[in-house]
């Protein structure tokens, strides 16, 4: 990756030289980072210590919500940090309250708790599917291939990809992987001691790949028949990165019978809080005659910082930015401008760019094979890397999925000009390939 980022000026190359030596030197090396030290940003763009400006198309990973330095979460974090942070859950707190019905209500009538993180979101619904199954002797969780569930033990386990669970075996028992968007081999692979099935609303670390209709109302119809638990990942795909809160109601769309789907679990975290670390599950109120949404008595489970007042105000923040500047509009409509001009760059490239993924905010450019473009055939990294770098040096911040796939994953107020910029950004870094 070095080699692909330009030189910056003398100066500034010493603090970018002195950030990269303080990573070496104290910090576990367990990312593959690329070359770049960022130092500030705005909207959608940011800034690196050498004061090259990158339209960020990646928004940290599906995280910033709103774009970097939002002017109205950082009043809300001054204005909530003055009245109270944190008090744990001990006692009650207003914001957290109204958080769990602001997101319930976007779901179905149900109950939510509070974590930090995506994957402590997913190990909480690890543990309502045990809680659920208990005392039948049912406690085993099927999982999608190619799924991505996070990087704890429980994560790496309900994870269908092995390179994560490498070297870290043996896995947590009672996870099982079943081929995505296929549901007689969910049927197929049912067993006495199976109590849920756990899918991501679209892919994302796996490539980018929505639910079908058909398999979200199948896996519904098939959860009903057998007393299972259907619980959506929507760690990624959900706040209205589909264009709809939940990517499953982005995708049942006008499907006869989709309205009445819903799931009995959903994970939530990543563009949850803009950036601001907070993680959440919710429950359905009721399922196979069982109120689930009270499934966790008090003692069964816990976090010390679960449901700040600081994160939950934040969130609920986002979420009235999002609605009174109808933002899922603006994903529908610049997103579809988006896939459309990816597709326009696979006819007019066929052989470095193959096609577009995806839906609303959460696209992937599919790339050509290694073997047709001669700078991916040269290097000795995978083609999204190659790409990924090839538009660090052009100006753009997009994140890798896998080895042929490049996501956009960009903040959900992306203006249409900044979108336009970016194609024609990434038009010139495609061209320059072909
Ligand atoms: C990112 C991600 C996770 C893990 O979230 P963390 O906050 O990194 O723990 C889980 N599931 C999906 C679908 C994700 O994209």
């Known amino acids: 990756m070095k080699e ?57 990973i599906a995280v910033c919500s709103l774009g970097h330095a939002h002017p109205e979460i950082t009043e809300t974090l001054v204005e909530q940090s003055r009245r109270l942070v944190h008090v744990s859950n001990l006692y009650y707190n207003e914001p957290q309250g109204r958080l769990a019905y602001e997101l319930s209500r976007r779901i179905a009538p149900g109950k939510v708790f509070f974590c930090n993180s995506g ?30 569930h996070g990087r704890t033990l429980g994560g790496i386990s309900a994870t269908g990809q092995d390179k994560v669970k490498k070297g870290f075996e043996p896995m947590v028992p009672g996870f099982r992987h079943i081929p995505f968007n296929d549901l007689d081999a969910a049927r197929e692979a049912l067993s006495p001691a199976t109590v849920a099935i756990l899918i991501e609303g679209i892919q994302g670390e796996g490539g980018i790949t929505p639910a079908s209709a058909e398999y979200l109302l199948g896996l519904r119809r098939l959860c009903d028949e057998k007393r299972l638990l259907l619980l959506v990942d929507a760690v990624q795909c959900g706040h209205f990165r589909s264009g709809r809160f939940q990517s499953f109601q982005r ?42 949404c009270d499934i966790l008595g008090p003692g069964t489970h816990g976090t010390t910082f679960g449901g700040t007042p600081l994160g939950c105000a934040v969130a609920l923040k986002i979420l009235e930015v999002i609605e009174r500047d109808r933002l899922a509009d603006n994903v529908r409509q610049t997103g579809e401008y988006l896939r459309s001009a990816i597709g326009e760059l696979a006819d007019r490239h066929p052989g470095v760019v193959k096609g577009a993924r995806g839906l609303g905010f959460m696209l992937g450019i599919e790339l050509g094979e290694a073997s047709q473009v001669r700078a991916f055939a040269a290097a000795d990294k995978a083609p999204s890397l190659v790409f990924v770098n090839r538009l660090h040096e052009a100006g753009v911040l997009t994140i890798p999925s896998g080895n042929q796939i490049v996501r956009l994953l960009p903040a959900l107020n992306l203006p249409r000009s900044q979108a336009e910029e970016g194609m024609a950004i990434i038009e010139r870094v495609v061209a320059s390939l072909a």
């Not at 980022?5 to 990269?20: C, M």
Request: glycine share 14%.
């Open 119 to 148: 994957a402590e979101a997913n190990e909480g619904l690890y543990k309502v599917a045990r809680k659920f199954g208990h005392d039948e002797g049912r406690f085993e969780i099927l999982t999608a291939v190619n799924s991505f």
């Open 251 to 292: 995708v049942l769309e006008g499907v006869p019978g989709g309205e009445a789907f819903v799931p009995d679990g959903v994970s939530m975290a990543k563009s949850l809080g803009g950036g601001f670390p907070i993680g959440a599950f919710w429950l359905r109120e009721e399922v196979h005659g069982v109120k689930l």
């Open 4 to 60: 692909l980022v330009p030189t910056p000026p003398p100066i500034l190359q010493n603090r970018h030289a002195e950030v990269r030596e303080l990573f070496q030197r104290h910090v576990v090396p367990s990312y593959g980072r690329f070359d770049l030290a960022l130092s500030h940003g705005a909207g959608s763009q940011v800034w690196d210590v050498s004061g090259k400006r990158y339209l960020d198309l990646g928004g940290g």
